[in-house]
């Protein structure tokens, strides 16, 4: 499974930003599709998680802010930030575990997202 994450950049405080992943290679090993992210100096951290039937769970930090959706025809999921903060500055990555062995993990190279005025 190859996961290609789209859609970092530069976004001022209050700002939009919407990120894909699409996934490719042998889908039918992954459900749940997952972005991260880390920040300078911090742990990575799950921010959004989606399943294949579409129920979704958010970090704390991004709810209400933030929403994952995915497209399953088109093996691609999106996250859309809404009133970004700086505190939300971060590689984003997307994350996808094998249903088989679990304990192997999938992911996208990261992609960028400043926040800042």
């Known amino acids: 499974v190859q996961l290609q994450a789209f859609g970092g950049g530069l976004v001022q405080p209050g700002g939009s930003l919407r990120l894909s992943c699409e996934a490719s290679?042998?889908?039918?090993?992954?459900?749940?599709m997952n972005w991260y992210r880390q920040a300078p100096g911090k742990q990575r951290e799950l921010v959004a998680m989606?399943?294949?039937?579409?129920?979704?769970n958010y970090a704390d930090s991004v709810k209400v802010r933030f929403t994952i959706s995915r497209d399953n025809a088109k093996n691609t999921v999106d996250l859309r930030m809404d009133s970004l903060k700086p505190e939300d500055t971060a590689v984003y990555y997307c994350?996808?575990?094998?249903?088989?062995?679990?304990?192997?993990?999938?992911w996208g190279e990261g992609t960028l997202v400043t926040v800042s005025s």
């Open positions: 994350n996808a575990p094998d249903i088989i062995t679990p304990w192997r993990n999938y």
């Open positions: 290679g042998n889908i039918g090993r992954i459900n749940v």
């Open positions: 989606i399943r294949r039937d579409g129920t979704s």
